[in-house]
Nanobody, 121 residues
């Protein structure tokens, strides 16, 4: 099938920066949308940022101006540069890719295992 592997999470002080990366591999025919979601304790998973294969981006209002998403279509990777981090950004961050799997011919969502981001005061 398709696997998404995330990296780059960790502990950082408020105002600091982190860069998350996600690499997709497996029986990939094509990937359209890619994105990052997050889930804080006791809260629902929410969209942080997304990017189309053409490079169009969308951000949650709470992260605009601080987080930047980019992707490399040739390498099937998506990154999230996080600057000016705040304690409220603390969450598990999940990579998502809407992927058409070889042979199957239909697209569906795949998810990474999640990476913890903790922002301290």
């Amino acid at each position: 099938q398709v696997q998404l592997v995330e990296s780059g999470g960790g502990l950082v002080q408020a105002g600091g920066s982190l860069r998350l990366s996600c690499a997709a591999s497996g029986r990939i025919f094509s990937i359209s949308g890619m994105g990052w979601y997050r889930q804080a304790p006791g809260k629902q998973r929410e969209l942080v940022a997304s990017i189309t294969s053409g490079g169009a981006t969308n951000y949650a209002d709470s992260v605009k101006g601080r987080l930047t998403i980019d992707r490399d279509n040739a390498k099937n990777t998506v990154n999230l540069q996080m600057n000016s981090l705040k304690p409220e950004d603390t969450a598990v961050y999940y990579c998502n890719a809407y992927t058409v799997v070889k042979v199957e011919g239909a697209g569906r969502d795949f998810w990474g295992q999640g990476t913890q981001v903790t922002v301290s005061l």
